[in-house]
Each structure stands twice: as structure tokens, then as C-alpha cells.
């Protein structure tokens, strides 16, 4: 039973254009929500995260927003360069837990020139 | 500068043969985390040490074991490989500070395979 949900397995975007990687998640329990980038043969890098006592955050070209009554998530990239070419994981953190994340299976995102 | 290191990169193992697979961190986290990647499905957990204390996920297999001898070091031990462990195992460490999140940071993995 998937708790984190991203239902496009792939994105193409044109370089310049906005880039938005949607996430759904089911449990009410997560507070803390984190997008993760991964290019082959390399793990997860840390992108951005948001609390869900807010509803937006922000960091350069990366924004995150908050829907927690719809129990969703998007992270918007503006402008979308060919670098961000990589695969996005949305991940969740459960309140209570130790840090320990609940992934989605990611959105592989292509931005070409 | 690396900061998570796992080591081998690629692993094979015979059916059956133990195999432990290892990860250091030059981060000084207080926790690390194990997590099972296969083909096309999201990295899940099986466990985390919280400083030495050891946290196992509820459905990690038996046949999965871990040590942290010190802060910089731990271990994913696999005591008889099946065919069904065949997968990517990525390490992580995050500084939790009174229960305040911080965000993970992922070691590039270790590919099992099991023949």
C-alpha cells in the first residue's frame, strides 16, 4: 500500500519552460515532506523540503507547495535547465518517527534544449 | 568530498552465501539508515541505528542484520541471500537534534546481485 504517490513516471519539459513534479501522499501523520534528486549511478541529493505548517518554500529556481487538505505536493522548477535532467523522488516523514522517509517511485525528468 | 561511502559499489553473492555490504560517513550523524531499493519501486526502509540504539522496521526480513561499531560505521549483513534480495542497497545519515528533522544524505549505493 503506497502511502507517497507520484502517478507520472516521466516528464519532458523544453529548456526555459516551468517543470511541475506532482506528489500525493495518504497518511495524515506526515509533517515533514522532502524532494530528492538522483542522477544515474549516484544516490538521492537532497533538493528542498517543506513543513506542514507551511504551505510554500522556496530556494532559487525550486519551489514546494503544500496542499495538505488535498494531501498533495508539487515541486515547481523555474526556469527548467537541461542539468535537471534526473529522476525526482518525493519523500515523507512520519510524525514520530525518527526521521525515517516514506519514498515515491519517482519522476524521471527530461528538460531538453 | 565524499561524505557517505559504501563500499563495494557492486556486490555478487552466491544463493545462500553471506554477504555484508558496508557504509561509512564522515558527517558525525548520529543516525543511519538502511534502505532496499529493486528495480522500478521506491527505496523502503529496514532499519536505522538512532546513536546504538538499533531500530528495526516491522517487515524486514530475519535474514537481514546490522552493526554500527562506532559513529562512522555501519554494516548491512545478509546471513543467506535469496534471489529476491537482488537489488540497490543505499545508506543514509541524518543529524536528529531533539527530535528536530534534518534531511537525509544518501551514499551512491550498492547493487547486490544474487546468483
Known amino acids: 500500500d503506497q502511502q507517497v504517490k507520484q502517478n507520472s513516471p516521466s516528464l519532458s519539459v523544453q529548456e526555459g519552460r516551468i517543470s511541475i513534479l506532482n506528489c500525493d501522499y495518504t497518511?495524515?501523520?506526515?509533517?515533514?515532506f522532502l524532494w530528492y534528486k538522483k542522477y544515474p549511478a549516484e544516490g538521492p541529493t537532497f533538493l528542498i523540503s517543506?513543513?506542514?505548517?507551511?504551505d510554500k518554500n522556496e530556494d532559487g529556481r525550486f519551489t514546494v507547495f503544500l496542499n495538505k487538505s488535498a494531501k498533495h505536493l508539487s515541486l515547481h522548477i523555474v526556469p527548467s535547465q537541461p542539468g535537471d535532467s534526473a529522476v525526482y523522488s518525493c519523500?515523507?516523514?512520519?510524525?514520530?518517527?525518527?526521521?525515517?522517509?516514506?519514498f515515491g517511485k519517482g519522476t524521471k525528468l527530461s528538460v531538453k534544449p | 568530498d565524499a561524505m557517505v561511502i559504501q563500499n563495494p559499489r557492486y556486490q555478487v553473492t552466491q544463493f545462500g552465501k553471506p554477504v555484508t555490504l558496508s557504509c561509512s560517513q564522515t558527517?558525525?550523524?548520529?543516525?543511519m539508515y538502511w534502505y532496499q531499493q529493486k528495480s522500478s519501486q521506491a527505496p523502503k526502509l529496514l532499519f536505522h541505528?538512532?546513536?546504538?540504539?538499533?531500530?528495526n522496521e516491522a517487515d524486514t526480513p530475519d535474514n537481514f542484520q546490522s552493526r554500527r561499531p562506532n559513529t562512522s560505521f555501519c554494516f548491512l549483513d545478509i546471513r543467506s541471500p535469496g534471489l529476491g534480495d537482488a537489488a540497490m542497497y543505499l545508506c543514509?545519515?541524518?543529524?536528529?537534534?531533539?527530535?528536530?528533522?534534518?534531511?537525509?544524505?544518501f551514499g551512491p549505493g550498492t547493487r547486490l546481485t544474487v546468483l
Open positions: 541505528y538512532y546513536d546504538k540504539d538499533f531500530n
Open positions: 543514509a545519515t541524518s543529524r536528529i537534534d531533539r527530535g528536530e528533522y534534518n534531511e537525509q544524505f
Open positions: 519523500a515523507a516523514v512520519r510524525r514520530g518517527s525518527q526521521g525515517n522517509l516514506i
Open positions: 497518511n495524515s501523520m506526515f509533517d515533514y
Open positions: 558527517l558525525n550523524h548520529n543516525v
Open positions: 517543506i513543513s506542514s505548517i507551511k
